[in-house]
């Protein structure tokens, strides 16, 4: 099983700064890898995949980067409504399919 | 436009069976993988297993022994069957779709809206 590791557990930015999230996986991945973004109450919604694709109707301010092991998701400039917990999850290895634990986004 | 609606028992006992049905509307229903996904009171996103149209699953062997997924193509329906539950079991369950690579199921796009199952006795 590939584990999925994601840094940090919680990251605190102010609107309008650049928010730099990272996910590293226990063994190549090559670039099988998605990123979500999951607000309280709500399913997560997906924003990368391909590690750098992003998925339809997401914002150019997320951008997504990395290969093999090492991987980040950037949001250029916070918007309110960007604070929520991401998640990345991996698909090179299945089953199973795995996910990191996630990185809180907050407001400072 | 694509969207799952899910429903099943939100209450049970320990040792009972949960039982969760997913109806696809809008879209195709071959060429996906149809997953189930769970997400523990404030934790983490855990995949239970997927299933494509014509039966084929696959399972997390953390859960195999307990956990049969089911496609019925006349609805556009897909279910999970999870026996044996404990309180561990206590998540909210997500249905979602899962697009297909070489490598087989990847992302995941749309979601059903989530529904919590408690085990208490």
């Known amino acids: 099983e590939i584990v999925m590791t994601q840094s940090p557990a919680t990251l605190s930015v102010s609107p309008g700064e650049r928010a730099t999230l990272s996910c590293r996986a226990s063994?190549?991945?090559?670039?099988?890898l998605a990123w979500y973004q999951q607000k309280p109450g709500q399913a997560p919604r997906l924003l990368i995949s391909?590690?750098?694709t992003r998925a339809s109707g997401i914002p150019v301010r997320f951008s997504g980067s990395g290969s093999v092991t090492e991987f980040t998701l950037t949001i250029s400039s916070l918007q309110s409504e960007d604070f929520a917990v991401y998640y990345c999850?991996?698909?090179?290895?299945?089953?199973?399919?795995?996910f990191g634990q996630g990185t809180r986004l907050e407001m400072k | 436009q694509v969207q799952l609606q899910q429903w099943g028992a939100g209450l049970l006992k320990p040792s009972g069976t949960l039982s969760l049905t997913c109806a696809v509307y809008?879209?195709?229903?071959?060429?996906?993988?149809w997953t189930w996904i769970r997400q523990a009171p404030g934790k983490g996103l855990e995949w239970i297993g997927d299933?494509?149209?014509?039966?084929?699953?696959y399972y997390n062997p953390s859960l195999k022994s307990r956990v049969t997924i089911s496609v019925d193509t006349s609805k556009n329906q897909f279910s999970l069957k999870l026996n044996s539950v404990t309180a561990a079991d206590t998540a909210v369950y997500f249905c979602?779709?899962?697009?297909?690579?070489?490598?087989?199921?990847?992302?995941?796009?749309?979601w059903g809206q989530g529904t919590l199952v408690t085990v208490s006795s």
């Open positions: 999850q991996q698909y090179h290895s299945w089953p199973p399919i795995t």
């Open positions: 979602a779709r899962g697009h297909i690579t070489i490598f087989g199921v990847a992302d995941f796009d749309p």
């Open positions: 391909g590690a750098s």
């Open positions: 063994q190549s991945v090559n670039t099988n």
């Open positions: 299933i494509n149209n014509i039966g084929d699953g």
């Open positions: 809008g879209g195709s229903f071959s060429g996906y993988r």
